[in-house]
């Protein structure tokens, strides 16, 4: 792949786009191109690219979200009714502003990750659309910064991960090849009763469910586990939750917020978990053959 730009916009980026997609393609048809579509994730910069990107037939549109963490709750949908055939996606930067974009003040609390794992839900749901993601910014200096918030922090000797990080851990480690549908009332479920969820089969025959609570309340859950496969009796369970949605870490308390993992018992085909306040649970159940 080659990145061409990085949040450029405007009718000169498109003209200019034109002559490098023309040339690369000419000698590298294999490679695929990236596209910048702006700064912002709507929009008329974001309107005039996306337009123009799609009928040029590009290859992967590099998208950039920087907001509210409410703006990634209200957003988990977002590529539910994207065109299946075509442009992919690119979510080449995002992170949730918890104060306003590029203030000092921004932090990376439990309410930032949360908000984000609820959006990245949205994102494995519509793999065949989102081809990569990728938060940003990666590293920040404690007393040499330029933007917040930051994924990890470090200083001259120690280095911790926020709780943004986990919930990027969280998803990286538990990847999978193929997603499956999971439903409420035969609806994708992304925010009924302040829950979001995906599902996905991983290559090593587990069943990998991914389940968030944005509440302050516990939610019971039962899952049901429809197909031919069978379900083996012992499951994982790996949790991940804050105190409250302002707890961070820090580096004499790096895993305030961090993920712990317990056994799960698989009652035939149902499975019962409660759902703890503010949390990202991992659900994973082996299937026999």
Same mark, same amino acid.
């Given at each position: 792949? $080659? ?9 000169? /980026?498109? +003209? ?11 000698? /590298?048809? +294999?490679?695929r ?13 974001f ?7 799609? %009928? ?13 963490? @409410?703006?990634?709750?209200?957003? &988990?949908?977002?590529? #539910?009714? /994207? ?9 080449g +930067? /995002?992170? %949730? ?8 003040d ?6 930032? *990750?949360? &908000?984000? &794992? ?8 519509? &793999? @065949?659309?989102?081809?990569? %993601?990728?938060?940003?910014? =990666?590293f920040?200096?404690? @007393? ?10 470090? #200083? ?8 943004d ?6 998803f ?11 439903? $409420?009332? #035969? ?9 979001? *969820?995906?599902?996905?089969?991983d290559?090593? #025959?587990?069943l ?6 944005? !509440? ?6 039962? =899952? ?37 993992? !317990?056994?799960l ?6 499975? %019962?978990?409660?759902? +703890?306040?503010? !949390?990202? !649970? ?8």
């Open positions: 792949m $080659m990145g061409i730009g990085n949040e450029n916009w405007g009718p000169q /980026y498109l +003209e200019r786009l034109r002559r490098f997609t023309a040339a690369l393609k000419s000698r /590298y048809p +294999e490679i191109l990236v596209n910048s579509s702006g700064t912002d994730p709507e929009g008329e910069r309107d005039l690219l996306n337009t123009n990107l799609r %009928a040029m037939h590009a290859d992967i549109i590099d998208e950039h979200y920087y907001r509210s963490p @409410d703006w990634f709750l209200k957003n &988990a949908g977002r590529y #539910d009714n /994207y065109p299946r055939t075509g442009s992919r996606i690119f979510a +930067e /995002y992170a %949730a502003q918890g104060v306003k974009t590029t203030s000092p921004n932090r990376n609390t439990w309410q930032t *990750a949360l &908000a984000e &794992a609820a959006f990245m839900t949205g994102l494995e749901r519509n &793999a @065949d659309v989102v081809t990569m %993601a990728s938060y940003a910014p =990666l920040a200096h404690i @007393d040499g910064w330029q933007w917040t918030p930051d994924l990890i922090w470090v #200083d001259n000797l120690r280095s911790y991960g926020t709780p990080y986990y919930v990027q851990q969280l990286s480690t538990n990847k999978g090849t193929q997603v499956v549908p999971v439903e $409420m009332n #035969d609806k994708v479920i992304e925010g009924q009763d302040s829950l979001y *969820a995906s599902s996905c089969m290559g090593s #025959d587990e990998v469910i991914k389940l968030v609570n944005v !509440s302050g309340v516990s939610r019971p859950c039962s =899952l049901a586990l429809d197909g031919r496969r069978k379900v083996m009796p012992q499951g994982r369970l790996t949790v991940l939750r804050g105190a409250d949605l302002g707890q961070t870490n820090n580096f004499d308390q790096p895993t305030n917020v961090a993920p712990r993992e !317990s056994a018992r698989v009652d035939g085909r149902r499975l %019962a978990v409660v759902l +703890e306040p503010y !949390s990202v !649970s991992v659900v994973r159940v082996k299937l026999g053959k």
